[in-house]
């Protein structure tokens, strides 16, 4: 295909404003999938995106249509996932943005505008969703010409659902979005996703900003240094098609002889063996926001999980581990997310396609602790807290937050961001009604519930984004919680010095109702430096042991409650309790 026929692009937008459906109806009026072969969320390649409704990767696709390649990639639209984003804007030279007729631009839609903007990429605004009822046409092209500076005749009406308007914004990407420019002859590939097949190996997502890539070529990857050769090119439609050539300004796929998991780093440039072609500048390294704790239940499931984990991470790159040992949980991984619903993501997905049964710690954040001795630890887990009498001080993790939100609901929102910290930052009015109210916030702040209950203040309204902004001191101690006199530590948590009791007596409390009765009276504890903050107990399953009595003297009664009420205590000794996992999430949630 000529180079001035092929145009590249991504669709973004804010998490439930239709992308994928907008998606499946661009495969269906292009003739890319057959009509018997047509389903929901096509693009949605994971069982477990098409569950919540949610895409989860990056998915690319090729279309043919009035003489054009039309090369897409469909992108998620949590603020967990923007990393994906980010990947697809620099493969490509538009961006379709694409906001909802009734919800109107939120905080993502923000986002990954700026994004967009960033990499100087051409922008096609797109209301979806004009055949709701609630569709409000008016007021949403308002918002957008107020943060995009475009005219109302620039923006494109679509129901991505019944398929109007879809074919205007094929002519309008053919139209608007530029052609690849022809940079080099030499071959310079980017490589921005890959994956991992049984049968193939290592499978490698490439954009090519120069030359050709055929079966057969002798190849390195840029920053490794590592050679090898090419097995197999091809493009997504959205199945891998194999061909014989990739050629430069396509997006594709290319399979080599690489085993070390390793070695396919998303951000690397692939080149000809013997070519000294400068790497393409790639991608900025992702910090990770939240980090967990991942033990395989049974401990001769270390191995398997290490190469579960190593697969998952050639799609997701945000994702980063090191190997870790519990004297509770045994050997595991240090695991960082971008946020609690990749966690969450993760978990699952080792657990479907893995097999396997995990346990996974309490998430915390990254302190900062500087020691009386001058060294300074980046603390990610609980346990390994130092003593107290040996720490300088402590920092905490800051970042800084937009809330998007109808101005009616700013005075609650403003009460309740002042109650879990925030420093108020500045205010901005879109238009009369939508306000950006912007925050500095302790990252621990937002981790659990925090977006549940800006979206409950809001009735539903409101919308979240944030940056990491840094690190400002606190004072921590850290919480452990005692499960029938033994240390959950699982459960242990690093909390502000002011709050231990509070915490500690609502983790209690959430193991009072989560855990499953013994036998025996249960001990619950939580405790900081040996001190004892907080406690209750979990009442005994009673057997009527005096069921087979039938009269006699009172006394016999009273001896076989009697060698009951031993037995328990022999138990509560020496009895183990097990703490399945959806206790420590529903802990998590409440806390």
Known sequence: MELNKIRNFCIIAHIDHGKSTLADRMLEVTNTVDERKMKAQLLDQMELERERGITIKLQPARMNWNGFMLNLIDTPGHVDFSYEVSRSLVAVEGAVLLVDAAQGVEAQTL?????????????????NKIDLPAANIEKVSKEIISILGCE???????????????????????????APDKKKDELQALVFDSTYDEYRGVVIYVRLFGGDLKKGDKIRFAATNEPTEVLDVGFFKPDWVSIDRLNNGEIGYLVTGVKDLKQAKVGDTIIKQDSDTPALIGYEAIKPMVYAGIFPQEGNDYQKLRDAIMKLKLSDASLEYEPASSQALGFGFRCGFLGLLHLEIFQERLKREYNLELIVTTPTVAYKIYMSSGDEIILTTPSDMPDPSQIEH???????????????????????????????????????????LKYHIPLSRILVDFYDNIKSISSGYASLNYDLAGYEKCELVKLDILVAEQIAEALTILVYKDQAHQIG?????????????????????????????AGDKLSALRKDVTAKLYGGDVTRKRKLLEKQKKGKKRMAKGGKVVIPQEAYLAILKKN
């Open 152 to 178: 109302k005749k620039d923006i494109l009406l679509v129901s991505a659902k019944t398929g109007q308007g879809v074919t205007d914004v094929l002519q309008a990407i053919m139209d608007r979005v530029p």
């Open 505 to 533: 007596k609502r983790i209690i409390n959430k193991l009072k109702d989560v855990l499953p009765r013994a036998q025996f009276v249960i001990k619950l504890q939580a405790a900081v430096g040996g001190k004892i903050v």
């Open 394 to 436: 402590t920092e905490e993790p800051y970042v800084d937050i937009e809330v998007l939100s109808p101005k009616e609901y700013i005075g609650d929102l403003m009460s309740y961001i002042i109650e879990q910290r925030g420093i108020a930052k500045n205010t901005e009015y879109l238009d009369e009604n939508l306000v950006i």
């Open 111 to 127: 986002a990954n505008l700026y994004l967009a903007v960033e990499q100087d990429l051409t922008i096609i605004p797109v209301i």
